[in-house]
């Protein structure tokens, strides 16, 4: 169960790197385009974070702890993504 989530949350990271990348490109320069540069960044290295989850707790047995944090980042993933939606919207009303 706690893989499933993990890879989810992995894929889901990874679409937020491609979808942050699209964003960085439309987004204007200033002060938008360089938090959207530092965001970017963020979003690369918590998925790598989430890769290294993934490569530690693979052997692990199954535990409600693992569940937990599963969970936690299936759902950070998820925060990223609503943000990024967001930061769309405002570029596109721009």
């Given at each position: ?9 992995l894929a889901l990271m990874v679409y ?16 938008i385009g360089e938090r959207m540069g ?57």
């Amino acid at each position: 169960m706690e893989k499933l989530l993990l890879l989810l949350g992995l894929a889901l990271m990874v679409y937020n790197v491609l979808y942050g990348l699209k964003l960085r490109r439309a987004a204007p320069g200033g002060v938008i385009g360089e938090r959207m540069g530092q965001a970017l960044f963020l979003i690369g290295f918590f998925a790598l974070a989430y890769l290294g989850v993934i490569l530690l707790t693979w052997s692990e047995p199954s535990s409600l702890l693992l569940v937990l944090l599963s969970f936690i980042l299936l759902l950070g993933a998820v925060f990223v993504y609503l943000i990024l939606r967001l930061v769309d919207a405002i570029v596109a009303s721009l």
